[in-house]
């Protein structure tokens, strides 16, 4: 049982280039979220999809798009990056809104 | 922001010793969760609370939760050299739809 997979888990981008995040659980959650993690920060809730077939905005959206293409994938890019991008970003999912979530290990983003 | 604060920042306790971390927060909730991250690695759930409950336990971990104060803590008896990691609370606030992270505690567990 996988869990929680993120692609990659480490990238290094320019500034100006667009990359894809890509995120699958295999736990036949109905909800998964994208959050990043800078120092100091915790972490920030980029956005999420309560269920298949929407998606909302969470507290740092801006400079970011979703994706939920089916149950299982809920995939984030970064359209034209910029080094304040630079950060841990981890998915997550669960049962249902207001349970624990299950996270993956992360993918750890550099723009230069 | 409804983002929960961790206090301390930082703990350093020897093996066996008890840690205790709260969490403050600011609008009302639902539930309020703990996690774990080791260095490196992605978050760990370790135990939800909901508003209608003052205490909880799991294993070695005993939460507890007043919200008249608007706070938590989250206790670990006998820690062990493996308790060494970051703790983070999270709060959903009125919504239910999705939590918000502290800053967390990093402990250190000296065997």
């Known amino acids: 049982n996988a869990g929680v997979t993120q692609t990659p888990k480490f990238q290094v981008l320019k500034t100006g280039q667009s990359m894809t995040l890509q995120c699958a659980q295999d736990?036949?959650?109905?909800?998964m979220y994208w959050y990043r993690q800078d120092p100091g920060m915790g972490l920030r809730l980029i956005y999420y999809s309560a269920s298949e077939g929407t998606t909302d905005k969470g507290e740092v959206p801006n400079g970011y798009n979703v994706s939920r293409l089916n149950k299982r994938e809920f995939s984030l890019r970064l359209e034209s990056a910029a080094p304040s991008q630079t950060s841990v970003y981890f998915c997550?999912?669960?049962?249902?809104?207001?349970?624990?979530?299950?996270f993956g290990s992360g993918t750890r983003l550099t723009v230069v | 922001s409804q983002q929960g604060e961790e206090d301390p920042q930082a703990l350093s306790i020897q093996e066996g010793e008890n840690a205790t971390m709260n969490c403050s927060y600011k609008?009302?909730?639902?539930?309020l969760q703990w996690y774990r991250q080791n260095s490196g690695r992605g978050l760990v759930h370790l135990i939800l609370?909901?508003?209608?409950?003052r205490e909880k336990h799991s294993g070695r971990l005993r939460v507890t939760l007043d919200t008249s104060k608007k706070s938590s803590s989250l206790l670990i008896t006998a820690s062990r050299a493996a308790d060494t990691a970051s703790y983070f609370c999270?709060?959903?606030?009125?919504?239910?739809?999705?939590?918000?992270f502290g800053t967390g505690t990093s402990l250190t567990v000296i065997p």
């Open positions: 609370i909901r508003s209608n409950e």
């Open positions: 609008t009302s909730i639902n539930n």
């Open positions: 736990m036949n959650h109905n909800s």
């Open positions: 999270a709060t959903d606030g009125n919504t239910g739809n999705q939590f918000y």
């Open positions: 997550a999912s669960s049962s249902i809104q207001g349970v624990g979530y299950t």
